[in-house]
């Protein structure tokens, strides 16, 4: 798992939501389902816009800035009760196991950064199976604002030991390219969350926008991921 040493040290971030785990639409439903039984009628296409952000965020931007913050811990913990549900049938997108052993093959760190609470992210890292090419995870849990706040970026750095110049952060969602561009990580983007074109992950500031992680394995020695590698 882990690399000794920390000279020329590197690393590959990744998101894990709708970049490395098929999840984004079970997250959509169970927030649709928990704002409804709290009395509000929220569009799916708006919260699955809104799923990468920490709850905070979310709610902020689905169920409005001036309501009641005394039901958010309610509304969160519905919304976990209901996601819960589908623990045993998460799934990995294709190539996300792959594409995590590659970099890990090529002597980067790996860290997963999730807006996830840390038994959510215990729970995927362990449907992705891929969890001998990890070397650290970070989740909402660690810091004290979430994203499109860099701090998870910022933690997901110190995990890794790196400077920002030295790593790439991989996301599916605006937020967290937004997340990586103000820690000063180089962000790509990947369209498997299916909330964002590739034009959005672009503006938000991707350097790249890839059709799956299978799609950026594909193209890893020509991507910033595998130019890191090649770095003085």
Do not use: N
Not at 20 to 26: H, I, K
Not at 112 to 130: C, F, I, N, W
Not at 197 to 221: K, N
């Amino acid at each position: 798992m882990a690399h000794d040493g920390t000279s020329g040290r590197r690393a590959a971030l990744f998101d894990v939501d709708g970049t490395l785990m098929d999840t984004v639409q079970l997250h959509t439903v169970a927030w649709w389902e928990a704002l409804r039984q709290s009395g509000r009628t929220v569009a799916m296409t708006d919260i699955q816009r809104a799923v990468g952000m920490g709850s905070d965020h979310l709610l902020d931007a689905l169920a409005g800035e001036d309501r009641d913050r005394a039901g958010d811990t309610a509304l969160t913990s519905a919304h976990d009760a209901l996601y819960a549900q589908f623990w045993s049938r998460l799934a990995p997108l294709e190539g996300a196991a792959d594409l995590l052993r590659a970099c890990a093959g090529r002597g980067l760190r790996v860290v997963l950064a999730s807006s996830a609470s840390g038994k959510e992210a215990d729970v995927m890292l362990q449907a992705l199976g891929a969890g001998d090419a990890v070397d650290a995870v970070t989740t909402a849990d660690d810091v004290d604002s979430s994203k499109p706040a860099p701090d998870i970026v910022h933690q997901a750095l110190d995990r890794a030991g790196v400077p920002p110049g030295r790593a790439v952060f991989v996301g599916d969602a605006v937020w967290d390219l937004e997340s990586a561009r103000k820690a000063g990580v180089t962000g790509l983007g990947v369209l498997t969350g299916g909330g964002y074109s590739r034009e959005e992950l672009l503006a938000a500031g991707a350097a790249r926008v890839y059709r799956s992680p299978a799609d950026l394995l594909v193209h890893l020695d020509g991507s910033p991921l595998g130019r890191l590698t090649a770095r003085d």
